[in-house]
């Protein structure tokens, strides 16, 4: 791994432990976020934040997010090793590589070309090679679908319809869904071809999911 010191190995740890704390039991996710080098996702001289647990600025006004929610998100897709995982919103490519740790194969999609083509040149050097897309994620990759989870990584204002039907049965799609400035944690579990059943796990902050291409 490059430039990944003893230094922020230790401070992985603790935010392993603090994110532990906070509620994350699944041992696969936790091993996941002490691997990601998540300092390596920021703009550098901000590397005494990269191991708090708070969301942070990446550019184009979009946000790494904080790692208790990717933690939380990545907990609740219920990841197995070799599943098709597609995730909407690649942004810096962070929640894209706890994935890729848990063994899943990865489909991102961004709309916004910077970011797009900045995680492009920044992922693969670690080892990370998710298969990148840009486009607008409201619609899914219907060529490559259908997946055995579907993860959203911006505020929803309703839950697309394409992305259910791109579920393999059996499936999930973890999206948060907005309530005005808030948005809830929602599972949406594909049980039968035409039959869904939601749940809802909380509130959470994030970006929104916008229309379109950048
Ligand atoms: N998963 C990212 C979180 C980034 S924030 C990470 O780990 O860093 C959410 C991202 O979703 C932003 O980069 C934003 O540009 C992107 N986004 C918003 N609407 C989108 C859409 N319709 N399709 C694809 N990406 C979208």
Do not use: C, W
């Amino acid at each position: 791994m490059i430039h990944d010191s003893l230094q922020h190995q230790g401070m992985r740890r603790k935010l392993v432990e603090e994110v532990a704390r906070k509620g994350i039991s699944s041992e696969p996710v936790l091993q996941a976020l002490s691997k990601v080098p998540r300092h390596l996702f920021m703009e550098s001289g901000f590397v005494k934040f990269a191991y708090r647990d708070q969301a942070f600025p990446i550019g184009a006004g979009q946000t790494i997010s904080q790692p208790y929610t990717v933690a939380f998100q990545s907990q609740l897709l219920q990841v197995e090793p070799k599943q098709k995982i597609l995730e909407v919103g690649t942004g810096s490519g962070y929640q894209a590589a706890v994935l890729l740790e848990m063994g899943a194969q990865v489909f991102t999609i961004e709309r916004q070309r910077e970011l797009y083509i900045k995680v492009q040149q920044l992922l693969p050097p670690m080892g990370y090679h998710p298969r990148f897309f840009f486009g607008d994620g409201y619609k899914g990759l219907p060529t490559y679908g259908p997946f055995d989870g579907i993860i959203v990584t911006a505020g929803a204002p309703f839950i697309p319809e394409d992305l259910k039907q791109q579920l393999k049965i059996g499936a999930r799609l973890v999206i948060p869904v907005s309530t005005g400035e808030h948005q809830v944690m929602t599972v949406v579990e594909r049980v039968d071809e035409n039959v869904y059943d939601e749940k809802q796990y909380g509130l959470f902050s994030f970006v929104p999911l916008l229309k379109g291409t950048n």
